[in-house]
């Protein structure tokens, strides 16, 4: 293996008095595909634009192929496709003008027939930006990502805004992307696109690299934690399953109770509730996951597919 | 594995170039405030004080011109003010708005590219209307040809380089497409009544007049009116115009903001 495609040591960036990251360091494989994963304000999206140039680090480096992004900025731009948060078009150009312009910009462009087709744009090449949808609008930000033929494509909530199909269009054009040989870096809130998509996954929290492994891994190391959520009789105080030594949280999704924990979970909760003359039914026991990781180091629940940003 | 080639910086981006500027051309269309503004309403001015028959009198009160001829050149500057003050920043603070430069930012393109674009579409409209003016000023109310086509080019040219920098300063400052349009017509309507729209140079009194050789759509107007009328524009209006380039030219570059 030689240079790492994204190698990032100790950044660090504050705003005024506001650290926005503290000490985070990474490197990502070339051809990986990279999570970024952490709650709201954690810094996911500092980091990232440190690493394409948007922003100079108080202290740190960044190399991207042993590039720096500030210093080499053209030679970075030429190879790093970035996709960023909020960030819109004129609303009187044509989605083809906008493709070709961008594609103007870089040495070996990719061809805009396959890149819009691959992502469902193919019949809005001639309408104006102001008409597409707020997916449309994502899916052609994605495209203006991979448009250089980027051997690193950094993309800040790729698929925020977009509906399940088309996410999950989204998720098989990076990986065909990413057999060409591409480097992914992917900011996400979603445990299913990170679990889907990620080779390894950095958990950040906190301005920090919370946990950094493979999603599988990640989770293993969660798997003390057990969920189970079921659909009780009768309401009850959630006193009596909180007081319950196997009780970590008790959390109401609905009509549904869902209740985390460890060692028999299941059964003590359900004797609980018995005791008390209530029972449950639909059970499920979930030993998923990513999430399970992201709640126990982060304290604090990532978004579940569907949910806004 | 990793053996990088490096792009080389500086080749093959006369392209990318070309088309910004296209796309930037097609919005200035597509959006025509700025050809109603910069174009339409000056050459529609010039056409109505051409019909007006006082208009075309010879008065001995402007120095033996007529109206017509002393409104020739301040309609040429008002398409330049309008074009340089509100054509050129609105676009622009709407892009820092909506993201367009910052997204610039991430490509191997200069992001300055942007606003030079942006400066040469709105020239090119300020040109057009420009000649406009001339060739129906000559061919439909008879007006003779402009006394020194190069003195011309150099007055419109040195107001160009005073006023667009103005614009950027704009732009720079107007956080929003609706704060810049809102200064660019707080701006635009005194330096207009400098430029003698509604009482021309040679009514003006002294104080006033001076004000005026000091304001750029003031030296703007007295260098065009003079090549168009005498020859060669006189030094001091387009030294005035120089200063109001390197000014604001130098503000402009230390204010404006990317995101």
Redesign the interface.
Known sequence: ???P?VDIAHLRKTYGTLVAVDDVSFSVA?GEIFGILGPNGAGKTTTVECA???RSPDSGTIRL???DPRADA??V????G?Q?Q?????A??RVG??L???R????APADIGELIEALGLAGKRHDYYKSLSGGQRQRLSLA?ALI?RP?IAVLDEMTTGLDPQARRDAWELIEGVRARGVTIVLVTHFMEEAERLCDRVALIDNGRVAALDSPARLAAQARGGKTVRFLPSAPFDDRLLRELPEVATVEHEGQHIVVTGTGELVSAVILALAAAGVTVRDVQLDSSSLEDAFVRLTGRHALKEGASA | ??S?T??R?G???R??F???V??EA??TW??PVGLVGGVAIPVTLLVIFGNVGKFQQHSASLGGLTAFALYVPILMVFALAMLALLGLPI?LA??RE???L??L?????PRSWMLIAQGLVQLGVAATAIAVMIIVAMAVFGSPAPQSPAGVMVAVALSAAGLFPIGLLIAAIARTANAASVIGRLVFFPMMFFAGLWLPRALMPGVLLTISNYTPLGAAVEAIQNSMLQGFPPTAPLLVLAGYALVFGFLARRFFRWE
């Open positions: 293996m030689g240079v495609a070339e394409i140039g948007l192929h042993g590039l053209r030679e731009h030429e190879v790093v970035a960023l909020a960030s819109a078009f004129p009187k150009l003008e906008i070709e312009e961008y103007s910009f870089y040495r203006l250089g051997r | 594995m990793t990088l490096l792009p910086p080749a093959a981006h392209a990318a070309g088309q910004i296209l796309n097609r919005l597509r959006r676009p709407s892009y909506l993201g367009v910052r997204r930012s991430t490509t191997p393109v």
